[in-house]
């Protein structure tokens, strides 16, 4: 055949191939969630997330060094409280002594120069298992907004780097950037998750917070999965009301999403390869249907290739290790 062009060439051997990579990873794009639970010496294994824990602040110690030797220096907080310590207003949430704060300055004592990222949303505090506060059946905004907006001062005195509101109530992006500003608290950032759909993927991690909804679903605030153009309004309004990144959530039945995002802001562009996507690649792998390394690693490209510029991931130390062996 008498060809002109044989793209083969640029693929010929490895080094040829990591030479014309388009695209780069790397561990400081990783973030790592954790979940915490109240006690000491506590970590209890969640059932749906193998190798994922929760653990008390003690425990969490030794994570974050763990991690932090792999070089992944970025984590997101997440507590799983007993149903004793909730209720319809979630107060817990404001609690300066309540689980959160405290393992906020437990890690910044021992770790000063980690990012903390905070998930500010009432459902793991609330008694319906909502992200917002409910009456008569409805989720209330403007009520949940205030709410919010007290939790962020809390965890921003504890030490936290970054709030991350996750809960899709309309204008709390303005009015935690207000309570901030007005509390001192102008270095502090928003991660917002700024595009979070109803998604069937977050099945394992509601098993992790036990923050299941009570009754219902979160479909009229979490945004319907048939929509992209709805995603580029949601990411217009927190631009506007002051976020540094947006998020889009899940990660990978939304990396169309993810590109479209990348494209119309210039913030930082954050995915959350979630619990239920964790999950199958480790059910796969368990079943013999997937190498689970490999699967874990085409994964994070693909998220990375999308466009988003940090990926929060249940995967980060394994990803860690790897990309560690590729040096």
Do not use: C
């Not at 060439?9 to 990783?30: C, F, G, H, P, S």
């Not at 970025?74 to 207003?89: C, G, H, I, M, V």
């Not at 889009?248 to 210039?266: E, F, G, M, N």
């Amino acid at each position: 055949m008498k060809l002109t062009q044989r793209p083969r060439r640029n693929r010929k051997t490895e080094a040829i191939r990591n030479m014309v990579a388009e695209t780069d990873l790397r561990v400081d794009q990783l973030v790592l969630p954790l979940f915490l639970v109240e006690g000491k010496n506590e970590k209890q294994a969640i059932q749906s997330m193998p190798g994922i824990f929760r653990m008390s602040p003690d425990m969490i110690l030794g994570e974050v060094e763990k991690a932090v030797g792999l070089g992944v220096k970025t984590f997101d907080l997440f507590p799983a409280l007993p149903e004793s310590k909730k209720d319809t207003y979630g107060k817990e949430s404001l609690n300066p002594n309540g689980l959160v704060p405290t393992t906020l300055k437990m890690i910044r004592d021992k770790f000063p120069d980690v990012t903390l990222i905070t998930d500010v949303a009432l459902d793991p505090y609330s008694s319906d298992g909502h992200d917002g506060i409910v009456k008569n059946g409805k989720i209330l905004n403007d009520e949940t907004v205030e709410v919010l907006a007290q939790m962020s001062l809390v965890h921003a005195l504890a030490g936290a780097d970054i709030i991350s509101p996750s809960d899709m109530m309309d204008g709390r992006v303005g009015a935690i950037r207000e309570a901030l500003d007005e509390d001192g608290f102008t270095d502090v950032g928003i991660l917002s998750y700024s595009v979070k759909y109803a998604s069937i993927f977050y099945g394992p991690f509601r098993e992790a917070l036990d923050s299941a909804p009570k009754f219902g679903d979160k479909k009229t605030y979490q945004m319907d999965f048939r929509n992209t153009r709805e995603a580029l309004r949601e990411i217009e309004q927190d631009e506007f009301e002051g976020a540094d990144m947006v998020m889009v959530k899940p990660a990978l039945s939304y990396l169309d999403v993810i590109a479209k995002v990348k494209a119309h802001t210039t913030l930082p562009v954050a995915a959350y390869n979630v619990s239920g996507e964790y999950g199958l690649i480790k059910a796969g792998a368990k079943a013999g249907i997937i190498d689970e390394t490999r699967a874990m690693v085409e994964t994070l490209y693909s998220i990375r290739r999308a466009g988003a510029d940090i990926i929060f991931t249940y995967f980060a130390l394994p990803m860690a290790e790897w990309l560690r062996q590729q040096k």
